[in-house]
């Protein structure tokens, strides 16, 4: 599990020209079952993406095709953990690590 932390590198009006780009690329993702939740940071400083990835190098190409990430919008801190615990335990299925797909 991946958490991506976004920072804002440029000024909010360079971020909302990018936002509906942004928006169709985490659609893309959720649909593909990579993302779980996501939104903005509190002050709109950057966002959180909360992922399932095989490792560091898949969550790097998924990144890299980010258009906040492809424009220069966005610095990522990426923290991997893995979930041991959960309030509902139904989540561990959704929330367990991907497998490769072959």
Known sequence: MFIA???YRKPLSEV?????AH???LA???????????GPRSPRIGGVIMMKANNRAEVDTIIS?????????ADY?????????FCEPSLSSLLIQ?????
Do not use: C, W
């Open 65 to 73: 095709q980010d258009p906040f990430n492809i424009n220069g919008i």
């Open 23 to 25: 928006r169709e690329y």
């Open 28 to 38: 893309k993702h959720y649909a593909a079952g990579d993302f779980i939740t996501s």
């Open 98 to 102: 991907k497998t490769v797909q072959q």
């Open 5 to 7: 932390i976004l920072t």
């Open 16 to 20: 909302d020209k990018f936002l509906t």
């Open 77 to 85: 801190q990426i923290v991997e953990f893995t979930p041991t615990m």
